[in-house]
């Protein structure tokens, strides 16, 4: 089973920001395109953002404009830098490729926004 590790999250305001790391191994990170996911309490698992090898970019239209996805190829992590956060932008974020693989999965980080 392959491990990722997903930091960053926490409690903010509305209209603040945040931004998630996913540590991942070397060998997925230069093989697949990987997405950060969200699930929000009582809501199916939704698909955020991805970005390819060579850093072509996605985005749900829910985050368009505030959300930012990344790779930084010295730390081997997948970023997501998150602006402008919303109350339903509360949910925990995970990473995974895309297509997600059922075993590739970390623990998640919890993001909550609220004033």
């Known amino acids: 089973q392959v491990q990722l590790v997903e930091s960053g999250g926490g409690l903010v305001q509305p209209g603040d920001s945040l931004r998630l790391s996913c540590a991942a191994s070397?060998?997925?990170?230069?093989?697949?395109?990987m997405g950060w996911y969200r699930r929000a309490p009582g809501k199916q698992r939704e698909l955020v953002a991805t970005?390819?090898?060579?850093?072509?970019?996605n985005y749900a239209d829910s985050v368009k404009g505030r959300f930012t996805i990344s790779r930084d190829y010295t730390k081997i992590t997948v970023n997501l830098q998150m602006n402008s956060l919303k109350p339903e932008d509360t949910a925990v974020y995970s990473c995974?490729?895309?297509?997600?693989?059922?075993?590739?999965w970390g623990q998640g980080t919890q993001v909550t926004v609220s004033s």
């Open positions: 070397g060998s997925i990170f230069s093989i697949y395109t």
């Open positions: 970005i390819t090898t060579g850093g072509s970019t």
């Open positions: 995974n490729t895309f297509p997600l693989r059922s075993d590739f």
